[in-house]
């Protein structure tokens, strides 16, 4: 098959690095780079001068020479633009979120079933090879199974860029909630955040999100753009080990604990039932590969060969009405919001 023809629509603070990945990704061709600001666009074609430059959305949607676009404009026109491209035949990876609201993401989804075009969401975390080894660990055959999951733990925080457009919870909790939806294979019950604009009002730059699941599991997020350390952090604890997860780290990003309590066959009183185990600290290696790459290689793999992306439609509308149950749950000063 002829290499998979690729716009990238938006090449600003993260859309630029979708240019540098497309544009030397083996079975795909930068055909249109599209941005109105004449600065990002220069920067754009400086890294891939054998792109077409594009000021106008349209002109994607028109080209002929476009096979699929990559969508990594602000979130407020992730839908819109999504279902116009798919409508116009066009295959996309639109960044996350997919929308700013449950009706909006089933537009979307709808319109992916009716295009039967490939329709992928942005999010990155499920690409990451660490996360390869987190799912052989939930895995009961595993020789190191975490046995039954109890409950996990994100943090995503910085001292970093504000945002005026979306708060915390759009802007980070897209990449922990996708993930710990897909690690789980489960939706939450209920969910409930707390949030605060210390910085602006009205855009929380901090918020606490909680999500129930019906079998009694539970995650926290930690999400915040207000904080004095880079953290990337998730914590899986289980029934045999448990498991942390460091982003940031450059070299030990996964460290295993054989740490539990054990429950012997046998026991005479209560206090004799539950025993403390301490054993071994693991740090596998992990062969890295960069996760937008793999994304993107992902994406055009989809496309030639016809399957169903890991982060599709579906994939998509549950973390959008995970994240719009917890917008309900800020606006109530934190009240559990069911998902129906």
């Known amino acids: 098959m002829s290499a998979v023809r690729v716009a990238v629509v938006g090449a600003g603070y993260w859309g630029i690095n979708h240019v540098r990945a497309f544009a030397h990704l083996p079975g795909a061709e930068l055909a249109m780079v599209c941005e109105p600001d004449e600065a990002h666009r ?38 819109e633009q999504a279902v116009r491209a798919l409508g116009a035949g066009k295959h996309v990876l639109v960044e996350k979120p997919m929308a700013l609201t449950r009706a909006d993401g089933e537009r979307v989804a709808e319109a992916a079933s009716r295009a039967g075009r490939v329709l992928q969401v942005g999010h990155l975390m499920i690409h990451h090879p660490v996360v390869r ?20 733990y994100a943090q995503r925080v910085n001292l970093g860029r504000l945002r005026h457009d979306e708060n915390a919870l759009w802007s980070f909790g897209p990449h922990d909630v996708s993930l710990i939806l897909h690690l789980l294979r489960a939706e939450p019950a209920w969910v409930s955040a707390h949030g605060h604009g210390y910085l ?47 982003d940031v780290h450059p070299t030990e990003k996964l460290r295993i604990y054989d740490k539990g309590y054990d ?6 009183d209560f206090a004799q039932y539950l025993t403390l185990r301490q054993g071994d600290v693991h740090i596998p290696r992990v062969d890295m590969a960069e996760p937008l790459g793999l994304e993107c290689r992902h994406f055009v793999g989809c496309i030639a060969q016809g399957t169903a992306p890991l982060t599709g439609a579906a994939e998509g509308l549950a973390v959008v009405r995970v994240l719009a149950a917890a917008q309900q749950s800020l606006e109530r000063g934190g009240a559990p919001v069911p998902l129906e």
């Open 42 to 79: 220069k920067r754009a074609l400086a890294i891939a001068p054998q792109a077409r430059p594009a000021i106008a959305f349209d002109e994607a949607l028109a080209a002929g020479d476009v096979d699929a676009v990559v969508l990594a404009t602000p979130a407020k026109l992730h839908a």
């Open 133 to 152: 080894v987190l799912e052989a660990l939930l895995d009961p055959r595993h020789p190191q199974s975490l046995g039954d999951v109890y409950y996990l």
């Open 200 to 246: 602006q009002p009205r855009i929380e730059d901090v918020v606490f999100l909680h999500l129930a699941f019906a079998d009694g599991r539970m995650a926290h997020v930690q999400l915040s753009w207000l904080d004095p350390r880079k953290e990337r952090r998730m914590t899986i604890v289980g029934s045999r080990r448990m498991v942390e997860f460091d």
């Open 263 to 268: 429950r012997p066959p046998e026991f005479s």
